[in-house]
């Protein structure tokens, strides 16, 4: 799945955003026992990512950052 948001946010405001979303979706999808590569490219530059391993989602799991 590839989602791309296109918003009038200043850079400023987009990276505090990416930040939110990231980890809400992060939230969200360690509910299910999938495996899961989150990244966000902000326009600044600025790269946040989390991922989930499949071993990691039959038990408890660890963020990578």
Not at 19 to 40: C, G, K, P, T, W
């Amino acid at each position: 799945m590839d989602i791309r948001l296109i918003s009038s946010l200043t850079d400023d405001d987009e990276d505090r955003f990416a930040s939110v979303l990231l980890n809400a979706m992060d939230d969200l999808l360690s509910q299910f026992s999938v495996a899961y590569h989150l990244r966000i490219n902000t326009t600044a530059g600025t790269v946040l990512q989390r991922t989930r391993a499949l071993a990691e989602a039959s038990g408890d799991a660890a963020d990578v950052v």
